[in-house]
């Protein structure tokens, strides 16, 4: 009989440690919303801290974002010069398939990606002095995993509607340089 | 940033929360028997398993993706020894093996020697064609359903009906690429 060991780790244990920032800035206002989308083109989540200027309702702006990724992820994909296996532009990719993008930068703001097999897309719009966030979209990864993955009353591919996960994910933000 | 390299099943295992092997293992038979009181015939209660590993393995691949590092398989052979090596290592702290390859490379059996949801099991003659772990089979398809393959799992080999180990054929039906998903004339 193998036994495991006894859980008793309290709630800053469930996740690895979290990375530090890595721009030149101070922390504090840096980031200015997160969008997380489903493979079915679902908003599970939309957050602002920081966006003075808004032009579109909502619906519009969470389908164009999507629309944007989902374009610039196939075109990335497509000029990929280094690999020959690739097909036509406008041929459906399949999950994992091709090169992906991970940041684009404006004068204004940087736009951060991350897309897991499983059809999950994170996108953190920070201000342009931010770093190399991958490593924190990794994180609200991993906190999207323990506070709404594994709570029984979220149902997947339903908006996330869950006071824990927006709470540390507020936490953390506010850290990002 | 350097490339995240995938971790190793055991070091996954290592870092991750745990419970005590035999509550696990004995929640699970008092899930089975509840099943099998409630249904009362053995068919609907692997179907009712199978549907519940479904329902863990769409929520448990996130978890996987989050924990393992790894991004993305070549193939559906990669595929197979990710899912033996560090899936079964990660979730429930035994390897598989993966053997039995098809020529066309989509079919593939996972043989379990150690299984550690039937510690204690014995099936009586009235639970004939019970299929005691059916959830594995429901959480593989489940979990593989969400990086988009489609799959087909049956069992070849149970212990508990006198077998020598635990044998799953996995078979790929296919393979779902990525679509844009609205219409455009919304």
Redesign the interface.
């Known amino acids: 009989?193998?036994?495991?060991?006894?859980?008793t780790?309290t709630e800053s244990s469930?996740l690895p440690s979290a990375p530090p920032g890595t721009g030149a800035g101070g922390p504090g206002n840096n980031v200015h919303m997160i969008y997380i989308f489903n493979?079915?083109?679902v908003c599970l989540l939309y957050r602002e801290w920081n966006r003075p200027l808004r032009t579109l309702d909502p619906q519009q702006d969470h389908?164009l974002m999507?629309?944007l990724l989902?374009s610039l992820r196939s075109f990335t994909a497509k000029i990929d010069p280094t690999t020959a296996e690739k097909g036509n532009l406008g041929v459906?990719?399949?999950?994992?398939q091709g090169c992906s993008f991970y940041s684009f930068k404006t004068n204004t703001y940087q736009l951060n990606f991350m897309e897991?097999?499983?059809?999950?897309k994170l996108i953190l719009i920070t201000h342009s002095r931010t770093g190399?966030q991958?490593?924190s979209l990794?994180y609200i990864?991993?906190l999207?995993?323990e506070y709404v993955?594994?709570n029984p009353l979220y149902v997947?591919g339903t908006p996330i509607q869950c006071d824990l996960f927006t709470k540390n994910l507020d936490q953390y933000v506010r850290t990002l340089i | 940033m350097a490339p995240l390299v995938p971790k190793s099943g055991d070091a996954v295992f290592a870092s991750v929360e745990r419970v005590n092997a035999e509550l696990f293992t004995l929640t699970y038979g008092a899930i089975v028997r509840q099943l099998l009181t409630d249904l009362e015939e053995v068919e609907e209660v692997n179907k009712q398993l199978d549907q519940m590993g479904y329902n863990i393995g769409v929520r448990l691949i996130d978890e996987f993706l989050a924990k393992s590092n790894v991004s993305r398989c070549v193939d559906f052979r990669e595929t197979a020894d990710v899912i033996a090596k560090v899936g079964f290592k990660m979730f429930l702290g035994v390897a598989a093996t993966v053997t039995n390859w098809d020529a066309e490379g989509t079919t593939c059996s996972l043989v379990l020697e150690d299984n550690p949801l039937v510690d204690f099991v014995e099936l009586p003659d009235t639970c004939q064609g019970l299929r005691y772990c059916n959830i594995l089979s429901g959480v593989i398809r489940g979990a593989l359903e969400m990086v988009s393959m489609k799959t087909e799992i049956t069992w070849i080999r149970d212990m508990l009906n006198g077998d020598d180990a635990y044998e799953l054929r996995v078979k790929l039906l296919k393979q779902v690429p990525e679509e844009y998903p609205y219409k455009d004339d919304d």
């Open positions: 009989m193998q036994f495991f060991s006894g859980s780790s469930l493979r079915a083109g389908k999507f629309g989902f459906p990719l399949l999950p994992g897991t097999p499983s059809g999950i190399d991958r490593e990794k990864y991993n999207y995993v993955v594994k997947p």
